[in-house]
Nanobody, 124 residues
Framework: VQLQASGGGLVQAGGSLRLSCVASGRAFGTYGWFRQAPGKECEFVAASRWRGDTKNYADSVKGRFTISRDNRNNTLYLQMNSLSPEDTAVYYC????????????????????WGQGTQVTVSS
């Protein structure tokens, strides 16, 4: 089982980035994105069931970030718009074989597989 995240980089405030996470090795029920800024705990960003339309977003990213997936290519995306310096962090994709409820999607402990992280830096 492997999750390979990519797409991070340096962007100016107000800009956009799209993160990708390619999953391989097995089928999953729930995917999510988390982030960890320097000196802070890992926090939930967004999550989605692999099948169906159930999604969940952290309040801090609602209306700016969109989680989506390409079922055929087993790829999860995180489109990030209107980025601010507060979004600077290492972003991790995560997955679990279970299909979680919206509340469980936001819990870090709900995920059993994690990608290696991709750095997003937003300059002011």
């Amino acid at each position: 089982v492997q999750l390979q995240a990519s797409g991070g980089g340096l962007v100016q405030a107000g800009g956009s980035l799209r993160l990708s996470c390619v999953a391989s090795g097995r089928a999953f029920g729930t995917y999510g994105w988390f982030r960890q800024a320097p000196g802070k705990e890992c926090e939930f960003v967004a999550a989605s069931r692999w099948r169906g339309d159930t999604k969940n977003y952290a309040d801090s990213v609602k209306g700016r970030f969109t989680i989506s997936r390409d079922n055929r290519n087993n790829t999860l995306y995180l489109q990030m718009n209107s980025l601010s310096p507060e979004d600077t962090a290492v972003y991790y994709c995560a997955a679990h074989s279970q299909t979680w409820s919206k509340s469980n999607m936001a819990r870090k402990n709900s995920y059993e597989y994690w990608g290696q992280g991709t750095q997003v830096t937003v300059s002011s």
